[in-house]
């Protein structure tokens, strides 16, 4: 069974703190995937990467940057918190059947 | 870019009637479409796809490329179906989600 492994479930954080949030898989799954969940919004795509070092956009990037510097890791990193990056993240890996495997989920909250 | 679209938020339905979540989708390719689903306090996890035709806890989904759906149904709704349900889209490299309906099973 793969499992994607987030290592904190809740965070709280002030504006302007340097957030880290980490994600490991240990599947060998080339693909990994950062979203935020946030009600009525559904889950929008921060960033996603092929393989390590590499990274794309996702709909959402303003804000947030991603480091892949081992296959099985990837974070996602809020260089300056803002309350309005108050949300659910949720990291998540693929191998090659486009079906994504999720973590159980950050929860963040910046005051 | 690819668009899904989920238009009710809250989906309300008694124990034994059958439920059904409309999910429409925009793609200029050849759309991979899933459900997902995430019961209270657990991970979000693959419900079904389209490619497997299959059926799994008694719901079905079934593809049509005229009229860009990919709709959610089970005949016969059980309290354990209550949770939140994502239709999604996997194109360009990326799984792109709708914003979700709440499902609630009254007993």
């Known amino acids: 069974d793969v499992k994607v492994t987030q290592s904190s479930r809740y965070l709280v954080k002030r504006t302007g703190e340097k957030v880290f949030l980490e994600c490991v898989q240990d599947m060998d799954h080339e693909n990994m995937f950062w979203y935020r969940q946030d009600p009525g919004l559904g889950l929008r795509l921060i960033y996603f990467?092929?393989?390590?070092?590499?990274?794309e956009k996702g709909d959402i990037p303003e804000g947030y940057s991603v480091s892949r510097e081992k296959k099985e890791r990837f974070s996602l990193i809020l260089e300056s918190a803002s309350t309005n990056q108050t949300s659910m993240y949720l990291c998540?890996?693929?191998?090659?059947?486009?079906?994504?495997?999720f973590g159980a989920g950050s929860r963040l909250t910046v005051l | 870019a690819q668009r899904v679209t989920q238009p009710e938020k809250l989906l309300s339905v008694f124990k034994g009637a059958p439920v059904e979540l409309k999910c429409n989708y925009s793609?200029?390719?050849?759309?991979?479409l899933f459900w997902y689903v995430q019961y209270s306090r657990q991970r979000l996890q693959l419900l079904l796809r389209?490619?497997s035709r299959e059926s799994i806890k008694g719901f079905t989904a079934d593809l049509n490329k005229g009229e860009t759906s990919f709709h959610l149904k089970k005949p016969f709704a059980q309290e354990e179906d209550s949770a939140m349900y994502y239709c999604?889209?996997?194109?360009?490299?990326?799984?792109?989600f709708g914003k979700g309906n709440q499902v609630v099973v009254i007993p």
């Open positions: 999604a889209l996997y194109g360009n490299n990326r799984l792109a």
């Open positions: 389209h490619i």
């Open positions: 998540a890996s693929s191998g090659g059947a486009n079906v994504l495997t």
């Open positions: 793609y200029s390719g050849s759309p991979e």
């Open positions: 990467s092929y393989d390590v070092k590499m990274k």
